[in-house]
Nanobody, 120 residues
Framework: QVQLVESGGGLVQAGGSLRLSCVASGSILTINRMAWYRQAPGKARDAIAAITSSGTTLYDDSVKGRFTISRNNAKNAVYLQMSGLKPEDTGVYYC??????????????WGPGTQVTVSP
């Protein structure tokens, strides 16, 4: 089994910063794409940042220039450094990864999510 666990969410004022972390554990052979998704209240879950195993990154226009995704392959971890936070960044942030395990071919896994609330 594989588990993804996020941490680092919380309440912050507009203009502030937060750093989210996500660690994968289990019978992991390889982690390929890792990504962060955001689900605002009453809205769909959308991808906001992704990173390949070689470090290529991709950002949604809504966070480009303010958020930075990074990963530590040795720790099976992905991070999201968020700065210049806006109230519209409020939502539940989910970690997502494509993982090959010792027991099955590559599958997509999700963390339970961490709440980020940005006050005006």
């Amino acid at each position: 089994q594989v588990q993804l666990v996020e941490s680092g969410g919380g309440l912050v004022q507009a203009g502030g910063s937060l750093r989210l972390s996500c660690v994968a554990s289990g019978s992991i052979l390889t982690i390929n794409r890792m990504a962060w998704y955001r689900q605002a209240p009453g809205k769909a879950r959308d991808a906001i940042a992704a990173i390949t195993s070689s470090g290529t990154t991709l950002y949604d226009d809504s966070v480009k220039g303010r958020f930075t995704i990074s990963r530590n392959n040795a720790k099976n971890a992905v991070y999201l450094q968020m700065s210049g936070l806006k109230p519209e960044d409020t939502g539940v942030y989910y970690c997502n990864a494509d993982i090959l395990t010792a027991y099955q071919f590559e599958s997509e896994y999700w963390g339970p999510g961490t709440q980020v609330t940005v006050s005006p």
